[in-house]
């Protein structure tokens, strides 16, 4: 049975099973992106490999603010779905670890660079892996609920069946949407801001009970 992953430096959990995908649901500007990233260089940092879809930040302005996940992509333990860099018409290509998807909702075709990734951590023996940063508010800005729910059906479920942590990002005030979702994921980290305007998180669905809201 493969060793959970360790994420009690960042959450009020000490770890997580293998195969499991987590929710990062709040409000905006509760640093849920930043949240993500946190659970994906915790990773880097420990030697495991990391994929990161990026629908906000080119790969570039991501590697330049992330060192940790920089480093893992020198070393051949990391790769990246670029989504917004060919969309603002930039001419780019692929590299064995950076590749470029059309946009934010074109699932279609993140899925193929995805599965390219994948394929190339698997050539290097990298058997442990947090992806992350799927933001699904961002891919429902371009496209319909349905393509969005599908493509994520495939990515939980190979992320899953392989053994990695999977990280997406929602935002909580949209009722419809969060149910809609939520059933694609085991956890959830909830971000708020408390009464003094301080970023808080609990997990839920992770231990038999959520554990109490923490700063952050």
Not at 19 to 28: A, F, I, K
Not at 36 to 49: D, P, T, W
Not at 123 to 130: C, L, P, S
Not at 192 to 212: I, K, M, Q
Request: with cysteine; proline share 6%.
């Amino acid at each position: 049975m493969a060793e959970p992953y360790d994420v009690g430096d960042i959450l009020p959990v000490d770890a997580v099973p293998a195969g499991t995908n987590l929710m990062v649901g709040g409000p905006p500007m509760t640093g849920k992106l930043s949240l993500a990233l946190s659970l994906v260089e915790s990773g880097c940092r420990r030697g495991e490999g990391a994929l990161v879809v990026s629908t906000r930040d080119g790969a570039n302005r991501l590697l330049s603010r992330s060192e940790p996940l920089a480093n893992a992509v020198s070393e051949g333990r990391a790769g990246i779905v670029d989504c917004v860099t060919r969309e603002r018409g930039e001419d780019v290509r692929d590299t064995q670890w950076v590749r470029y998807a059309s946009s934010p909702g074109d699932v279609t075709d993140i899925g193929i660079r995805m599965a390219g990734v994948f394929r190339a951590l698997d050539e290097h023996d990298v058997e442990r892996v947090r992806s992350g940063m799927v933001s699904i508010p961002t891919m429902l800005m371009y496209t319909e609920p349905r393509r969005v729910f599908r493509f994520l059906h495939v990515y939980t479920g190979r992320v899953q069946a392989s053994g990695m942590l999977g990280v997406a990002l929602t935002e909580l005030g949209d009722q419809e949407t969060f149910e809609r979702f939520a059933p694609l994921f085991d956890g959830m980290v909830q971000t708020r801001l408390n009464d003094g305007d301080e970023r808080e998180l609990r997990v839920v669905g992770v231990e038999s009970s959520p554990t109490a809201w923490v700063p952050y």
